[in-house]
């Protein structure tokens, strides 16, 4: 940023005279030790002269008159109308910057932003914001909320149109919380939250939430629609930040900077802090739960209001068109987004329907994703116990026909959970639902509210039938915070994904939402309740016949298919029953092979679940099953499962584990644990011996997977590492995932089952410390 004052606060010099020549101002500075800090220090001659020829516009005059009207106990209406003629410069420019998809700012493109920053106008605002906190005075200068709302404007317009503003208001925290003050008058509101939201969004040093001066009474200060907004804030301090870097998001990584850091993030701080306030997530849920009546024939207007959403800079925009609908209705003691109160204002006030349709929506967006970020946290019994009490559950149910899922959407980029989505409202929604679904189903007993009465008693039935006992979680579920109507949510959910039409990328999403629902201790009955509503024939549709080319949705498919089809000897006689073609199983094939490790959770599973119905041979079902079944014989050769083996070690290393891959790892040791219980895991060891040696890298593969194997110690012994969901996913207790690794890890070269034993000297290469490197 180019500055004069390089940041400074402006300093209360003895007024000089505006005549005097540039050259007796510098000479009077290195007498009294007072040089020129101001642009507009220069004299005033001197500043028109140059004016005309640089296209200044006047904006260092008026910051020196903004500098003079600004004193202590001065009339500051006076300095209101200059920060007005100030405004009417800047805003024009930050209105083209919006327009035109935020270009990368240049002094060229918006010299009046430009100028009034070189000028020291930024630190003055800044100076005058601030001004009745540092005050000695015992009558504190009050500004009136017309002047702070303007100030707050042409800052804002200074940072999004000028490099650098925003990263220099950003490095003052004094002036961060003191922004944080200034939302408790409903009429700064909104320009308050925007400039924070920016300024939060470039800080290298994310805010502590408990600095926040009276932050409990602040948030419960807040009205419905100021809480919602707040949330847009609140991701930004809940969340932790992007690392930017590929290497920087590996296991290993991520195991060293725990290391080096042990106590909890600033983030997580954060979120401890947010639970703290009394009431912040019941009033949460309502505001994700809210209804919102929708008018006749407002579909078109929708339409148009998402064409022009596209260069809509900020949903605060939105907020203030809410804001003037409301305002003249004169209610601002009520909640400004309230329907009744909208429907009462003034005719020529009333915004279209489908406008506060998406005005809500937005809301939404902002609450649902604090909501997931919270329940993804270390505090996420805590926040799963009132998500329930307070009915999340069942009032999105209530919403998602007439709010959620009201139409098909078209299709959109795929984002990832770290990048940025510069998606429509209405996308944004759905994929926030559908993750919210995901983390509050994903290993949590609380699943089970995602259904109905009725439902309920479906899978009681089921149990029944297979004279197996209900699992623990569904048989304590307290029912009065179920889903009601005729559907419940999970119900709901998969009508809309059979419908989804088959590029779209909504697939992922919902396709980890059901996922979610099955993952943990497999539950028999669960599998059955979706198998009865055609989701495997759906999910087998979709992998190949589909033509679906998306590499994450159809990993999306394959994790689904594994979790309905382990252990279910039903769901394997349906595969069969689908797949009943050479041609379609070598389609099939071809899905998995052409990317393991999109594909690998459906091979554990086909693995596991062979081994067992392997053991069930007193079953006539099984029996008929496993005879029959392609999919199960083809597993069942031994150099099939070799095949997997090798290529899961051979596509990962310790540098380039992730959370997304390492579940080759683990589905590679599935294979060698199940081989060691039948006394067959020395075989194997040898077969990938001799695979080394025919693929001519002798070494490579077994040492690979040592220093895998050791990492592997590492990763999952952690005391602080909840390693249940392999316990869970497999059905092997850990004990023995353990035991296995050990064996596995011996040193001694005499051990039949040790990888040490089938490493030739002259390629050994076992010492090698990945987290000292």
Known sequence: MATLDSGAVWPRL???????????????????????????????????????????????????????????????????????????????????????????????????????????????????????????????????????????????????????????????????????????????????????????????????????????????????????????ILSVTISEPDLGHDD????????????????????????????????????????????????????????????????????????????????????????????????????????????????????????????????????????????????????????????????????????????????????????????????????HENKYLLLNNQELNELSAICVKASIPEVEALANTDRSLVCDGKKGLLTRLLTVMKKEPPDSSFRFWQARAVESFLRGATSYADQVFLLKRGLLEHILFCIIDSGCKSRDVLQSYFDLLGELMKFNIDAFKRFNRYVNTDEKFQIFLNQINSSLVDSNMLVRCIVLSLDRFESQTEDIKVVEVLSKCCLLSYMSHVENRLSFLFRLINIINVQTLTQENVSCLNTSLVVLMLARRRGKLSFYLNALREKEYTERYPGCLLNNFHHLLRFWQRHYLNKDKDSSCLENSSCISFNYWKETVSVLLIKDRTSPCAIASYIDEVYMDLDRDFLED
């Open 248 to 443: 920087k998001h590996t296991l290993l990584a991520k195991n060293i900077q725990q290391k080096k850091n042990p106590i909890p993030s600033c983030a997580e701080l954060n979120q401890v802090t947010l639970l703290n306030i009394p009431g912040f997530i019941e009033r949460l849920c309502k505001l994700a739960t809210r209804k919102v009546s929708e008018a006749t024939g407002a579909s078109s207007f929708l339409q148009e209001l998402e064409d022009w959403y596209t260069w809509l800079d900020n949903a605060l925009v939105l907020d203030a068109l809410m804001q003037m609908a409301t305002e003249d209705a004169d209610h601002s003691s009520t909640e400004s987004s309230d329907e009744s109160t909208l429907a009462t204002s003034p005719l020529r006030h009333r915004l279209p329907q489908s406008m506060k349709i998406v005005h809500e929506i937005m809301y939404k967006v902002e609450v649902l994703y604090v909501l997931c970020v919270l329940l993804m946290g270390r505090q996420r019994s805590q926040v799963h116990k009132m998500l329930a009490e307070f009915r999340l559950i069942p009032g999105l149910n209530n919403l998602f026909d007439k709010l959620i899922w009201r139409r098909h959407t078209t299709s959109h980029i795929l984002h990832r959970e770290n990048q940025s989505c510069d998606c429509s409202p209405e996308i944004s929604f759905k994929i926030q639902f559908l993750r919210l679904l995901q983390s509050f189903s994903d290993h």
């Open 14 to 232: 003895s007024r000089m005279s505006c005549s005097g020549n540039i050259v007796s101002k510098v000479r009077q500075g290195q007498i009294t030790g007072r040089a020129l800090r101001r642009g507009t220090q220069i004299p005033r001659a001197l500043l028109q002269e140059r004016d005309k020829r640089a296209r200044w516009h006047g904006i260092p005059i008026l910051l020196q008159k903004l500098y003079e009207s600004s004193h202590p106990n001065s009339d500051l209406s006076q300095t209101h109308g200059v920060v007005k003629e100030l405004a009417s410069l800047l805003s024009m420019e930050a209105m083209t910057f919006v327009t035109e998809d935020r270009k990368t700012a240049q002094e060229s493109t918006f010299p009046n932003t430009y100028t009034f920053d070189l000028f020291g106008g930024v630190d003055l605002l800044v100076e005058i914001l601030m001004r009745p906190t540092v005050s000695m005075q015992k009558k504190k200068p009050k500004l009136s909320d017309d002047l702070v709302k303007d100030c707050l404007s042409v800052l804002y317009n200074c940072c999004i149109c000028t490099e650098g503003v925003t990263k220099s208001l950003a490095s003052r925290n004094d002036f961060v919380l003191f922004l944080f003050t200034l939302m408790t008058n409903k009429k700064t509101f909104l320009q308050t939250a925007t400039l924070i939201e920016d300024i939060l969004g470039v800080r290298k040093e994310m805010i502590q939430l408990e600095e926040i001066p009276n932050l409990s009474s602040l948030v419960q200060s807040f009205d419905q629609q100021q809480l919602a907004n707040f949330c847009r």
